[in-house]
């Protein structure tokens, strides 16, 4: 009898280590089924829009259920990315750029123009913008704007939807710069994403510059609960002297401890930043201060 008991406590705590080794959400009540994807539908649908090929989905998937992780989050296959592919050159214009893991998993990193809706009061750009947003509070009050009013109106809800048309909007050139607004600065890495936007100028034979109105707050995901979410100019205008990039950035605060490489590491309830840094006629993204 005494001997069944000690077996059966033993399995007891046996059972009990497995299922806290395993249950990494568990533990804070999250029933999702991967960081970011409530179903396992949501992650496959996911991963094709990022066109990751069936037999890599099938992979990422075996390593979520097995508590595996991707290769994207290891820190040592993050350090073999070039530097070179954070670094655009702005008058490329729209840019997209993957760096594919073996395991499927990805870093993304994109600079767009977002595309613009004119606020008309036409049954098209009313059907746009309710497609777009999704709070009703939110959408009432901007059909209701006027359109020179407009876009100073959608950034207090996180939108830029000027009254400019699509051709016109986003960039101007003249005689020695090169100006750019509302432009969608992001990163991914796996399933976790941020982005923000910006507004800079490029000089020729000069320092290129921000301007604070114009950078503000964009989403996060990936990340758990996120309790506060800012966009702070760290510097204005490019030290051309010191090779030092004018910097913006996004910061966030997880809640919680989550298991990332982003920004260097792990960081319990810490906060998250993905820069942007405008100088020598280019740009740099990266979740790390860029020079």
Same mark, same amino acid.
């Given at each position: 009898m005494k001997k069944n008991i000690i077996l059966s406590l033993a399995v007891f705590i046996l059972f009990s280590m497995f299922i806290s080794s395993n249950s990494v959400f568990a533990q804070r009540g999250n029933t999702e089924y991967a960081p970011g994807f409530k179903t396992k539908g949501n992650l496959? %649908?996911? *991963?094709?829009?990022?066109?990751?090929?069936?037999?890599?989905? +099938?992979?990422?998937? /075996?390593?979520? %259920? $097995? $508590?595996?992780?991707w290769d994207c989050y290891n820190?040592?296959?993050?350090?073999?990315?070039?530097?070179?592919?954070y670094k655009f050159d702005p008058t490329d214009g729209s840019q997209t750029r993957y760096y594919r893991f $073996?395991?499927?998993?990805?870093?993304?990193v994109e600079a767009v123009l977002e595309n613009k809706i004119r606020i008309d009061g036409s049954k098209k750009s009313n059907a746009l913008l309710k497609r777009k947003i999704k709070n009703k509070t939110d959408l009432n009050e901007?059909?209701? *704007?006027? +359109?020179?009013?407009? $876009? /100073?109106?959608? +950034?207090?809800f996180g939108y830029t939807l000027p009254e400019s048309t699509l051709t016109t909007y986003g960039y101007e050139s003249g005689s020695g710069y090169s100006w750019y607004w509302d432009w969608r600065i992001a990163k991914t890495v796996g399933a976790q994403s941020a982005y923000f936007f910006a507004e800079w100028v490029n000089v020729v034979d000069g320092p290129d510059y921000l301007i604070p109105s114009?950078?503000?707050s964009g989403n996060v995901t990936g990340f758990g609960e996120v309790n506060y979410k800012t966009v702070i100019? %760290?510097?204005?205008? %490019?030290?051309?002297?010191?090779?030092r990039y004018a910097l913006v950035r996004q910061d966030w605060t997880a809640n919680y401890a989550i298991d990332t490489p982003w920004g260097g590491g792990s960081i319990a309830g810490g906060t998250f930043s993905l820069w942007l840094g405008v100088g020598n006629d280019s740009y740099y993204i990266d979740d790390d201060v860029p020079y």
């Amino acid at each position: 009898m005494k001997k069944n008991i000690i077996l059966s406590l033993a399995v007891f705590i046996l059972f009990s280590m497995f299922i806290s080794s395993n249950s990494v959400f568990a533990q804070r009540g999250n029933t999702e089924y991967a960081p970011g994807f409530k179903t396992k539908g949501n992650l496959i %649908e996911y *991963l094709r829009e990022n066109q990751v090929p069936n037999n890599k989905q +099938s992979i990422l998937i /075996n390593k979520i %259920e $097995n $508590n595996q992780k991707w290769d994207c989050y290891n820190q040592k296959k993050l350090n073999l990315i070039p530097k070179d592919f954070y670094k655009f050159d702005p008058t490329d214009g729209s840019q997209t750029r993957y760096y594919r893991f $073996n395991d499927g998993s990805f870093v993304k990193v994109e600079a767009v123009l977002e595309n613009k809706i004119r606020i008309d009061g036409s049954k098209k750009s009313n059907a746009l913008l309710k497609r777009k947003i999704k709070n009703k509070t939110d959408l009432n009050e901007v059909l209701s *704007l006027k +359109s020179k009013n407009s $876009n /100073n109106h959608l +950034s207090n809800f996180g939108y830029t939807l000027p009254e400019s048309t699509l051709t016109t909007y986003g960039y101007e050139s003249g005689s020695g710069y090169s100006w750019y607004w509302d432009w969608r600065i992001a990163k991914t890495v796996g399933a976790q994403s941020a982005y923000f936007f910006a507004e800079w100028v490029n000089v020729v034979d000069g320092p290129d510059y921000l301007i604070p109105s114009g950078c503000f707050s964009g989403n996060v995901t990936g990340f758990g609960e996120v309790n506060y979410k800012t966009v702070i100019v %760290e510097r204005e205008k %490019e030290d051309e002297r010191r090779h030092r990039y004018a910097l913006v950035r996004q910061d966030w605060t997880a809640n919680y401890a989550i298991d990332t490489p982003w920004g260097g590491g792990s960081i319990a309830g810490g906060t998250f930043s993905l820069w942007l840094g405008v100088g020598n006629d280019s740009y740099y993204i990266d979740d790390d201060v860029p020079y």
